[in-house]
């Protein structure tokens, strides 16, 4: 195999973005990181190594980071990387910071722009914005195929504001969430009377954490959350809600291509 692409996806975004690669660069394959994190050892086979996630908290996920201080990347000779949320080169230079442990480092990096799906913040956007979106993604795609296939370096930096913000402010608010708000959040998800107990929640969770007892969801507290929010998004009658946040009137999203089988799919090697 000469091409891998490792990737993350919870509501999606990820998916589609590795498989729309998959489509452009011969021999490829995909490996969900889910489905290899515990393997008692995880080491790549390719010559060219991609990695595809989101953006989780103005930062690469937690799963990612726990991936890549784990794999052993001795055959690739090119390591590229794909964030489906536009951010800062942080989230890249700190990839950097774990694959100088094995003497590599990011040849090429990119940031697209996909619906946010954080909706305790955001906004969903309209259908119309989600299409122009996609097309504005396939032109870049096609950019990222050339540069890949072609073994280019492509490492783009900054703006000096975003700069900054990316190094300097970012990192602080990374910190503050993922040790204050984001566990507060982790025990803040529930199923409103709407739920059916139709138990997709559990499949979909990529932590494993959510169990279906007497016909509704439990998120169990001795499991970490990996904040994927698939079990949110996927949720066929939008019953699944996180206290406090107002999600109930928010609105779903998952990318129209992506079943939730996609989605629970990542926790086996397929």
């Known amino acids: 195999m000469s091409t891998q692409i490792y990737y993350l996806s919870g509501t999606g975004n990820s998916l589609h973005v590795a498989r729309e690669l998959e489509k452009r660069l011969p021999d490829t394959d995909l490996v969900p990181i889910i489905s290899v994190l515990k393997d008692e050892h995880i080491a790549s086979t390719a010559e060219t190594v991609g990695l595809v996630f989101p953006i989780h908290n103005l930062s690469a996920p937690i799963a990612v980071m726990r991936f890549l201080q784990r794999v052993d990347l001795g055959s ?87 700069f900054v913000m990316g190094h300097i402010l970012y990192p602080l ?9 984001f566990p507060d959040m982790a025990r803040s998800f529930y199923a409103d009377e709407r739920c059916t107990g139709c138990g997709l929640c559990e499949k979909v969770c990529l932590a494993d954490r959510i169990r279906i007892k007497d016909g509704r969801p439990e998120w169990l507290e001795s499991i970490d959350c990996l904040y994927c929010f698939a079990c949110l998004h996927y949720c066929p009658v939008e019953a699944v809600q996180i206290e406090g946040r107002k999600t109930a009137t928010k609105g779903r999203y998952h990318h129209a291509d992506v079943k939730a089988t996609d989605i629970a799919r990542q926790k086996r090697r397929t």
Do not use: G, H, W
């Not at 480092?105 to 979106?133: G, H, N, Q, W």
């Not at 608010?173 to 708000?181: D, L, P, Q, Y």
């Open 76 to 162: 690739a000779k090119y390591v590229f990387a794909v964030a489906t949320r536009f951010c800062s080169d942080k989230v890249f230079s700190n990839i950097d910071e774990v694959l100088e442990k094995q003497r590599k480092s990011l040849d090429a990096y990119f940031s697209v722009e996909m619906p946010c799906t954080y909706i305790p913040l955001f906004t969903l956007p309209s259908r119309d914005t989600v299409a122009k979106m996609e097309a504005t993604l396939q032109k870049r795609l096609d950019e990222i195929q050339t540069i890949v296939t072609n073994k280019q370096v492509d490492r783009e930096k900054d703006s000096p504001l975003v």
């Open 173 to 181: 608010i990374t910190a503050f969430m993922f040790k204050v708000r």
